[in-house]
């Protein structure tokens, strides 16, 4: 129901952005604008973290300590896309990154950092930084 694209191979330092669109329908029938959206990454073996997210009408945003002032997540809605800018790259980057949707309402800023928070997950585009 999501698909995210945008991803690749980069050199340590370099840029990416990936994309996240509806593939399909949209999830209930509602634009992407009516649901907030979240970025995770996970690497073989580890647990899925959270990367980013971002409110309905993108007046929140919000970011893991390992990102913050390297990432930027921000959204379209006319385009119903979800973008995540990556700039100064590093190797522990490296993973399949994911969006993720909902249609609830947070009742804490923290509830964006949570897995159980989304309803929709795309399948994931692999980022590959080299050293």
């Known amino acids: 129901q999501l698909q995210a694209s945008g991803g690749g191979l980069v050199q340590a330092g370099g840029s990416l952005r990936l994309s996240c669109v509806p593939s399909?329908?949209?999830?209930?029938?509602?634009?992407?604008?009516?649901?907030?959206m979240g970025w995770f990454r996970q690497v073989p073996g580890k647990e899925r973290k959270f990367v980013a997210g971002?409110?309905?009408?993108?007046?929140?945003?919000y970011y893991q300590d390992f990102v913050k002032g390297r990432f930027t997540i921000s959204r379209d809605n006319a385009k119903n896309t979800v973008y995540l800018q990556m700039n100064s790259l590093k190797p522990e980057d490296t993973a399949v990154y994911y969006c993720?949707?909902?249609?609830?309402?947070?009742?804490?800023?923290?509830?964006?950092?949570?897995?159980?928070?989304?309803?929709?997950w795309g399948q994931g585009t692999q980022v590959t930084v080299s050293s």
């Open positions: 993720a949707a909902t249609a609830r309402d947070a009742d804490y800023s923290g509830d964006y950092y949570l897995e159980i928070f989304y309803d929709y």
């Open positions: 971002i409110s309905r009408t993108a007046g929140s945003t």
């Open positions: 399909g329908r949209v999830p209930s029938g509602r634009a992407l604008s009516s649901y907030s």
